[in-house]
């Protein structure tokens, strides 16, 4: 054989070994795997290898020959053992990868956290009875800001400035001119200089005076009532009234209209319903302590000064007004002794209702 071609055999031989070492790296599928591809194309201890041996037999070439078959076989080794390393490098990232996914898997089959359930406020519960009825009977819901001023509480509401009546609603005073609404009563006057009749509207809201006591608080939900349109009379206030505390309290309760005072109303009445726990038979009813009868709040036949302030004809049009406190009925409903505990956010009562 010619010097040329053996040569050539011996780096040809030593391409093929490298690309059979490299793409046994390739396909290897585990570290052990990897080490066996290490040991049969490079050699381990005693354990030579092909290449291994062609290297060896290099000393006995000539100094040309050494050249070019030293430098393949050199290129070769380096390039197996960059794959060997690389993959070596990878098989602990994926075993990292893996152990990680392990550790910190999340095992979906596990019942979630519960989130607690809230349940409706026991006011919210008759505001919601209340605006249901009225919006059932055709009424429209109204709403006015909290902080009012003094005009919409009281000015318009026929309640000028040093009028003796401002004195019944102790007032929360803010900056010049602004008090926190005492009533929902405000909303009437927004409501009616905003349209013009006829006008059916429910006002729920909170109001705030200066009171605290089992059956008082300072701040306490209202809600309002107004129709104003031709030939309303106080028969279709009680009638709209009966109505709604059969609603709320039972089928069999009553109503009974007392005179009372309002600036804004005339005439004015305070509402009453008849016991639904006992309807008057028992002295010692926890609801009605005997009298037979539970008050839920004022009313009356609109002043027609109150109409005239709005620019409504009193000749025209009649209307009637009522403001309930859903808070003293939610008491009587649910029989709850004390007012302030609607209103401590204590959850241990809150989770009774
Ligand atoms: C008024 O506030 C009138 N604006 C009601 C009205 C409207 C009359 C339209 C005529 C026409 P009074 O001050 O009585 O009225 O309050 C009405 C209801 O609010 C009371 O019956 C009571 O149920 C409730 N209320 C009043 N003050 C408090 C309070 N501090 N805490 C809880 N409820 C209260």
């Given at each position: 054989m010619c010097y040329h071609s053996a040569l050539m055999m011996a780096v040809d031989r030593i391409e093929e070994l490298r690309e059979e070492a490299?793409?046994?790296?390739?396909?290897?599928?585990?570290?052990?795997?990897?080490?066996?591809?290490?040991?049969?194309?490079?050699?381990?201890?005693?354990?030579?290898?092909?290449?291994?041996?062609?290297?060896?037999?290099?000393?006995?070439?000539?100094?040309?020959?050494?050249?070019?078959?030293?430098?393949?076989?050199?290129?070769?080794?380096?390039?197996?053992?960059?794959?060997?390393?690389?993959?070596?490098?990878?098989?602990?990232?994926?075993?990292?990868?893996?152990?990680?996914?392990?550790?910190?898997?999340?095992?979906?089959?596990?019942?979630?956290?519960?989130?607690?359930?809230?349940?409706?406020?026991?006011?919210?519960?008759?505001?919601?009875?209340?605006?249901?009825?009225?919006?059932?009977?055709?009424?429209?819901?109204?709403?006015?800001?909290?902080?009012?001023?003094?005009?919409?509480?009281?000015?318009?509401?026929?309640?000028?400035?040093?009028?003796?009546?401002?004195?019944?609603?102790?007032?929360?005073?803010?900056?010049?001119?602004?008090v926190l609404r005492t009533h929902t009563s405000p909303v009437q006057i927004r409501t009616m200089l905003s349209q013009e009749p006829p006008v059916y509207v429910v006002c729920p809201g909170r109001t705030y005076r200066r009171d605290s006591d089992p059956t008082h608080t300072p701040m306490f939900n209202q809600i309002e009532g107004l129709a104003v349109d031709k030939g309303l009379t106080l028969g279709h206030l009680k009638g709209t009234l009966a109505a709604m505390a059969?609603?709320?309290?039972?089928?069999?309760?009553?109503?009974?209209?007392?005179?009372?005072?309002?600036?804004?109303?005339?005439?004015?009445?305070?509402?009453?319903?008849?016991?639904?726990?006992?309807?008057g038979s028992d002295p010692n009813c926890k609801v009605c302590r005997g009298a037979g009868w539970i008050e839920m709040g004022g009313a009356g036949m609109v002043d027609p000064a109150v109409l005239e302030e709005v620019d409504y004809d009193p000749e025209e049009y009649t209307g009637f007004a009522f403001g309930f406190g859903p808070d003293r009925m939610a008491m009587v409903k649910y029989g709850v002794p004390d007012l302030r505990l609607f209103f401590e956010g204590d959850l241990r009562f809150l989770q009774q209702f």
């Open positions: 490299l793409s046994a790296v390739a396909s290897v599928g585990s570290t052990s795997d990897l080490e066996s591809v290490r040991v049969r194309y490079l050699g381990w201890n005693n354990c030579s290898a092909e290449l291994t041996e062609i290297k060896k037999g290099i000393r006995d070439l000539s100094p040309e020959e050494r050249r070019e078959v030293g430098g393949a076989a050199n290129k070769a080794t380096k390039e197996i053992e960059t794959a060997l390393a690389e993959r070596r490098e990878e098989s602990v990232a994926v075993a990292e990868r893996e152990k990680r996914l392990s550790s910190e898997a999340v095992d979906v089959t596990l019942p979630g956290v519960p989130y607690p359930k809230g349940s409706l406020h026991p006011s919210l519960r008759v505001i919601d009875e209340v605006v249901d009825f009225f919006v059932g009977l055709g009424y429209r819901v109204a709403e006015g800001p909290e902080v009012e001023t003094d005009y919409y509480n009281f000015t318009a509401l026929n309640i000028p400035p040093g009028h003796p009546a401002r004195g019944m609603q102790d007032t929360f005073f803010l900056d010049e001119g602004l059969r609603h709320v309290f039972g089928e069999d309760v009553s109503l009974r209209l007392r005179p009372s005072y309002f600036q804004f109303t005339e005439p004015s009445v305070e509402m009453d319903v008849s016991c639904f726990v006992c309807g």
